[in-house]
């Protein structure tokens, strides 16, 4: 029998945002502050409504949280936060490894450069090409 997959609601990935720019270095002016709710439920929405697996759904997500730029600051971290925490709730691995990079991925993912099996490989296995202008 198939696991029914658990999505992160709204006022959860608001929660996430507020992490995110309390635990990561930020700018003085960074806030957590939402400023279209209806682009952070479209974004929840399309996750739900993407065929594939969770790995498929996580890179969806990831994606379509970065690009909706729902909040004032820390989109990208909210994003990635968001990701790894749907993953796991799920009982999925995350293999992003922890390193400086990870911030030119989530660039790369805001400017359209990687496709949604990279973005999905990347969850996976932790390995993705390099974001290059």
């Known amino acids: ?26 700018k003085k002016a960074d806030q957590a502050k939402v400023l279209s709710r209806s682009k952070l ?17 996580a890179a969806i997500l990831l994606k379509e949280l970065i690009k909706a730029h729902a909040f004032a600051s820390g989109n990208r971290r909210t994003a990635l936060i968001a990701t790894i925490y749907f993953v796991k709730k799920n009982r999925g691995k995350i ?4 390193n400086p990079n990870n911030a030119k991925v989530l660039q790369g993912i805001r400017e359209g450069y990687f496709t949604d099996e990279e973005i999905e490989g990347w969850i996976k296995n932790g390995k993705i090409k390099d974001f290059r202008r």
């Open 41 to 57: 439920s479209g974004a929840i929405r399309k996750c739900k409504d993407s065929k594939g697996d969770l790995y498929r759904k």
């Open 1 to 26: 029998m198939e696991r029914k997959i658990v999505y992160p609601d709204e006022d959860t990935v608001v929660a996430y945002n507020a992490l995110a720019i309390t635990i990561f270095e930020t």
């Open 95 to 98: 293999n992003i490894p922890n």
